[in-house]
């Protein structure tokens, strides 16, 4: 019998996994045909004797998945997954407006920054530019450049990415 309080509905969540296992955590979940994202971004890294351009995840130890209750509680029984991400004791659903926006910024492969906490400002949508209809929160930059975040709020983190000048932001309702 299935339990009335156990949601069907699929929802984004973050998963928490063991340092350097996102990948492997990523390719567990796949395996049980389950909606998983890792968003990831290419640095360069430098040796001694060489640099090179790698793929690495955009927040370190972290992953989405889109699931159900039962889906969700079954991901936490993989090895390499520490947890949920919680608050207030309870699994923090991330909405589906801030993965899409996380999705499209990443799909344009901009110059990313992620940054450990979150600037509250304006929400705002972009109308124009290779951004158009992501939705983020706007802050300023050190050189006093306007910056677009992408906030994945239960992360404490912000995806910063660089405006074009002819980007037209509209301000919407918070």
């Known amino acids: 019998m299935i339990n009335p309080k156990i949601s069907i509905d699929k929802h984004w969540f973050a998963i928490y996994t063991k340092p ?11 395996n049980q045909s389950l909606e998983v994202y890792l968003p990831t971004i290419i640095v360069e890294k430098r040796w001694s004797d060489r640099k090179k351009k790698v793929e690495e995840p955009l927040f370190k ?11 969700r509680i079954n991901c936490l029984r993989i090895p390499s997954v520490i947890k949920t991400v919680c608050f207030n004791g309870k699994p923090s659903v991330i ?10 910024i990443l799909s344009e492969k901009p110059e ?10 304006q929400k705002v949508k972009i109308i124009e530019g290779p ?9 300023e930059h050190k050189e006093g450049k306007k910056h677009l975040a992408v906030s994945v709020d239960l992360l404490k983190r912000s995806v910063l990415v660089r405006l074009p000048d002819e980007s037209i932001i509209k301000i919407l309702e918070n």
């Open 20 to 30: 350097q296992h996102e990948y492997k955590v990523e390719a567990e979940i796949k």
């Open 131 to 139: 951004f158009r209809d992501v939705i983020g929160i706007v802050t």
């Open 61 to 71: 130890s972290y992953l989405f998945v889109r699931v159900d209750e039962c889906e």
């Open 112 to 121: 990313v920054f992620v940054t450990n906490r979150i600037e509250i400002g």
């Open 95 to 104: 909405p589906d407006w801030q993965i899409e926006s996380l999705k499209k």
